[in-house]
């Protein structure tokens, strides 16, 4: 269990007395060969560098206490500690120190990313006994943990890599940071549309929405007679879909835009209704109101189709239709007809979502059912039940539709791609 103490407590000060007002949190074991001097020495050292985290390790039998600066509130910019560190190759054969690699150790922290994007990059702010040599995460380059397989805050174990100058104890303080950019969604020029009813995938200019042409789309093995969801993918460069047989089952394919091929990933357990990807290639679905989970926000997982409910939307009436939202990586949500239309928004980083707001219907017909919605380099384009496109404006609070120009046919799922 993770203690709050102060500098004080290692002087004697009972930890009950100080749990509310201490600076730093404690995991593990604190080598028992410090004294308290050193120990407190060692912790003044490390509030004083600001770093976010530190860690004291015994080489010979591997005892590691690890520390957080409480008084961090970004806690090292994009990154907590979610668990007590360890020393891979403290102890044991290195208990003595000797031979070629007897004085390099390997000090593994489990982290957790809270915000930010990039591969984690370890910042030295100081040490004590020890020499960084630099990072790896198991071994290897770190990689992107930007989301884990539902979209959530992802968790990777980051080695600290360094040598000794003595075999004693030894302190390391290092921050976390981003060794690269924030991924961007990238600008669109061309709007795909796939059918409600029937096997056609349209091309539109993104910006009059002129109609360019016309594919026909193919499932191997399988009927198709509509679709109910299309997405572009900007982590692959490619679109995904959802499709009907003839059978009603709904299956998650790989479109091929070019040729209209559609490559069967897997058969959806339930009716998902619209789908979105987000910047960094998380799938997600809407349940229809046929579906047994209706109105659920779930992730689907891009290899079986698979699905994990991560939230509960609420309002509307007919229709589901959902995009993703670069400005704020969130999941814009539309549904419901004739006045029982709602808005909703989803934040993707803290798994909360808004509560359904009504919009305000700037032309005629703006209320019908929305079948489909993309971001569109500045604003949201959907489709409704009556073969229209709109476009959602305004925001939290004053959201509004409008309708702006025919489409060919009835339009389900749309994207915006490059």
């Not at 007002?21 to 004083?48: C, K, N, R, Y």
């Not at 017909?365 to 496109?389: I, K, M, P």
Request: charged residues 15%; proline residues 5%.
């Amino acid at each position: 269990m993770p203690i709050r103490f102060l500098v004080a407590l290692l002087t004697g000060c009972a930890a009950d007395d100080l749990a509310d007002t201490s600076p730093i949190e404690l995991q593990g074991e604190v080598p028992s060969d410090l004294t308290a001097a050193e120990l407190d020495g060692l912790t003044q050292d490390f509030l004083a560098s600001g770093a976010a985290f530190g860690v004291v390790v015994d080489p010979t039998t591997g005892d590691v206490a690890s520390f957080a600066n409480l008084d961090r509130s970004d806690n090292s910019a994009d990154f907590s500690q979610i668990g007590a560190a360890t020393c891979l190759d403290c102890g044991g054969a290195n208990a003595t120190c000797t031979g070629p690699a007897g004085f390099t150790r390997q000090i593994q922290v489990p982290l957790q990313r809270n915000t930010g994007s990039g591969a984690v990059d370890v910042v030295y702010n100081g040490s004590s006994n020890w020499s960084p040599t630099g990072q790896s995460c198991n071994g290897a380059a770190c990689p992107d943990p930007d989301v884990d397989a539902t979209g959530g805050p992802a968790a990777l174990d980051v080695d600290l890599l360094g040598s000794l100058n003595t075999c004693s104890s030894f302190g390391v303080f290092f921050d976390t940071d981003d060794t690269v950019a924030a991924p961007t969604w990238p600008a669109t020029t061309r709007l795909l549309a796939c059918q409600r009813n029937g096997t056609g995938l349209q091309t539109y200019d993104d910006g009059g929405l002129v109609h360019l042409g016309s594919i026909t789309v193919t499932l191997a093995g399988v009927t198709v007679v509509g679709c109910n969801g299309l997405a572009y993918d900007p982590t692959e460069d490619s679109l995904w879909g959802v499709y009907r047989d003839d059978v009603a089952a709904r299956h998650l394919v790989r479109v091929d835009e070019s040729t209209g091929v559609l490559t069967l990933v897997g058969t959806l357990s339930d009716r998902i209704a619209s789908i979105a990807v987000d910047v960094d290639g998380v799938l997600y679905g809407d349940i229809g109101d046929g579906g047994t989970n209706a109105n659920q926000l779930v992730v689907i997982d891009k290899t079986n189709a698979t699905t994990t409910s991560i939230f509960q939307f609420t309002g509307g009436n007919d229709g589901e239709a959902i995009a993703y939202d670069p400005r704020d990586h969130s999941i814009l949500r539309l549904s419901g007809r004739l006045g029982g239309n709602v808005v909703q928004k989803f934040d993707i980083a803290t798994r909360t979502g808004t509560s359904p707001e009504v919009p305000s219907f700037l032309t005629a017909n703006a209320n019908e059912e929305a079948l489909g919605v993309t971001w569109n380099n500045t604003q949201f384009t959907y489709t409704n039940l009556d073969g229209e496109f709109g476009e959602v404006g305004g925001g939290p609070g004053a959201f509004t539709l409008s309708i702006i120009e025919p489409s060919t046919g009835t339009p389900r799922g749309i994207a915006a791609v490059p």
